[in-house]
RNA sequence: UGGGGCGUGGCCAAGCGGUAAGGCGCGGGACUUUGGCUCCCGUAUUCGGAGGUUCGAAUCCUCCCGCCCCAACCA
């Protein structure tokens, strides 16, 4: 396996338990020194962040021992996956950076799959039940108490595999019978009690189409694909810790009877990642999506990999994200600060810088000639001198940030008041002269000078307390700009199992529409990233066309001032 | 009242018997034509609690407390 992007921007990547067992596995001269991972996604709904984790712990594993990584499907239930999700599932992968040594899906495997349950039968490990859902729960026992057994429990290998047989063939509706493993319905472990191996769903399935009636359930069909697949080491989440001896019974009794199966996984639990004020189940994230509460499974507010993509995240902060938060079996939640501080470091010296004006006030230079332009010199990046300069165009009248004026400036701010001076970026210094106002009191216009010796880089040394950002009104083009916020409002979106949906942020999108931006951006690819100066990081929409330019902001910059006047 | 896990600063997380790394956040300062970036400095006398072993314990032992997961023919 390989990674597609550049490594060496990813900070080290920390030792963690995992890690650990991996290199002793190897020292101990386990699968004779191989490490071959996994990561297997269901698909039926979007990758998240919590997915990219998970890819970066299983790819990551994979690539600093010199093991491979399959991308495998774990394409169970027809009744809720679909090929859109597992096509999304490679785009997300890739664009994440990792290769998977090899494709494979659960559903490769339904036959094998089947022939090792006839063979469990026939060990008598296995039998079909004819208890209806509710009769078995009633007889599975609570945690306090044990289970009774199936009167179904004692038929004989013949009956078992000749029912088995006739629900492949489809002779039985959906619920009637199951296949179970039997095992001990009286195991402490609920899971061990007589779990489950296959059950009759009457569905097309995305691959298989009608091939089969009856499907495997995720506890039968993982081990056996990590098996089939050679994986040694099969990362996942803490609420399959019970679920471990299940996954070595199938193992070890499938095993017995299939030469074929040489190597032994051993199932390894980590703890799943968390945000605040994010939800990340895909149960959730599918009702946003469904109830149209986001525009899509990639809408910028989205925890999806698709929507932090049309965000503008890169790759690499995601990928430094996840080396960040560690793994370990500690429940966790994440402060979303670290997300967005690893974006901000990403694009800090990545991203190109413009001017754009989101709440434009219109300023006009009264000693400034009419008619006359200059072109201005602008530093592209002031991070990487290699990307070089720009020129923007200056004239008599400009807009200005709104939130860049005030009336009656409190102490300490340091933009531009009835009176007072700004440097105007890359160019003058200008003073507010007068204030316009209309009938009902708003302020309309300014009315300004400048200081024709002051010009950006000269010699004059003169200097004043703030800078701010400006374009020409001539000059500018007009833009779209989607502000986002969180999604949630609650730090922990559902606490207390309520409906996550009464935490809604209501203004968690926030579309300004008359964005007066730099000439030169309005012609901007989809997916290109800029920093508009003082304000944020933000990346052209797959929307945007160059008459109608739409930009998604990816982060704001940190805000020295709003924290300043935020205490007061 | 069963079983499986987990408890180190606000959030993560190293630590594996020799006297509490690091990151984010937060607070202060320097620098600054982005109130950005960068750079300094500060932020756990203590590791869920109580006992015990030891010259020495976050690390070993005992008991206690708290939190999470498991009773789908989901994954």
């Known amino acids: 396996m390989s990674s597609t992007d550049s490594e060496t921007t990813d900070s080290a990547t920390p030792l963690d338990f995992i890690r650990d067992i991996v290199t002793s596995d190897i020292r101990a001269g386990k699968d004779a020194g191989r490490v071959h991972t996994r990561f297997p996604p269901e698909p039926n709904g ?12 299983n790819f990551g594993v994979a690539r600093e021992f010199g093991g491979r990584c ?6 169970t239930n027809p009744a809720k996956e679909d090929t859109e999700y597992v096509d999304a599932i490679q785009r997300d992968v890739r664009w994440l950076g ?11 495997y339904f036959e094998l799959m089947y022939q090792y349950a006839e063979q469990l039968i026939r060990d008598g490990k296995a039998y079909v039940d004819s208890l209806n859902a509710d009769e078995m729960r009633e007889h599975r026992g609570t945690l306090t108490e044990p289970g009774r057994n199936s009167p179904y429990r004692d038929r004989t290998t013949e009956e078992n595999l000749d029912l088995f047989r006739r629900m492949r063939a489809g002779e039985y509706p959906d619920g009637t019978h199951v296949l179970r493993a039997r095992i001990d319905m009286a195991s402490p472990n609920i899971n061990m009690r007589d779990p489950t191996l296959y059950r009759i769903r009457h ?5 298989t189409g009608n091939a089969w009636c009856i499907y495997p359930s995720y506890d039968y069909a993982h081990p056996i694909s990590d098996a089939l697949e050679g994986i040694t080491h099969s990362l996942c989440t803490l609420e399959f810790e019970d679920h471990r001896p299940l996954y070595d019974w199938c193992v070890e009794n499938v095993r017995a009877r299939a030469a074929e199966l040489t190597s032994r996984p051993r199932q390894i639990e980590f703890a799943r990642l968390n945000l605040n004020y994010t939800v990340m189940s895909k149960r959730k994230l599918l009702t946003l999506v469904e109830q149209q509460l986001v525009n899509g499974w990639d809408d910028p507010r989205m925890p999806t990999i698709a929507g932090l993509r049309r965000r503008g995240y890169t790759p690499e902060a995601i990928r430094d994200f996840c080396s960040r938060i560690g793994v370990a079996k500690k429940e966790n939640v994440i402060d979303v600060a670290l997300l967005e501080h690893t974006v901000r470091e990403d694009l800090n010296r990545r991203a190109q810088r413009a001017l754009a004006v989101l709440r434009p006030l219109k300023v006009v230079i009264e000693n400034y000639p009419e008619g006359r332009v200059e072109q201005l010199n602008a530093t592209n990046n002031p991070e990487d001198a290699s990307a070089g300069t720009r020129s923007i165009p200056f004239s008599r009248e400009l807009h200005i940030e709104r939130e860049d004026f005030m009336e009656e400036p409190p102490k300490k701010f340091f933009r531009l008041s009835p009176g ?23 302020v309309v216009e300014l009315r300004c000078t400048y200081d024709p010796e002051s010009l950006s880089g000269s010699t004059a040394g003169r200097r004043v307390k703030g800078t701010i950002h400006w374009v020409s009104a001539t000059h500018a083009r007009d833009a779209e700009v989607r502000l986002y916020d969180r999604l949630f409002l609650s730090e922990d979106p559902g606490e207390g199992g309520r409906d996550p949906l009464v935490d809604l942020n209501p203004t968690s999108l926030e579309r300004l529409i008359s964005v ?19 304000q944020g990081y933000f990346c052209v929409d797959p929307d945007s066309r160059p008459e109608a330019p739409v930009f998604n902001r990816t982060v704001t910059l940190k805000d020295g001032w709003a924290r300043i006047a935020g205490r007061k």
């Open 98 to 108: 990792f290769e998977w040594s090899a494709l494979f899906y659960a559903s490769d």
């Open 420 to 442: 007072t001076e700004v440097r105007l970026r890359y160019a003058y210094i200008l003073k507010c002269e007068r204030v316009v106002k209309d009938t009902a009191g708003a």
């Open 516 to 534: 007066k931006v730099e000439p030169a951006l309005a012609d901007a690819d989809a997916g290109t990233r800029f920093q508009f100066e003082r």
């Open 70 to 75: 399959n991308l495998r499907l774990d394409d």
């Open 203 to 207: 569905d097309d399935h995305h691959r």
């Open 46 to 57: 979007y990758l998240h962040i919590g997915h990219a984790k998970s890819i970066c712990l």
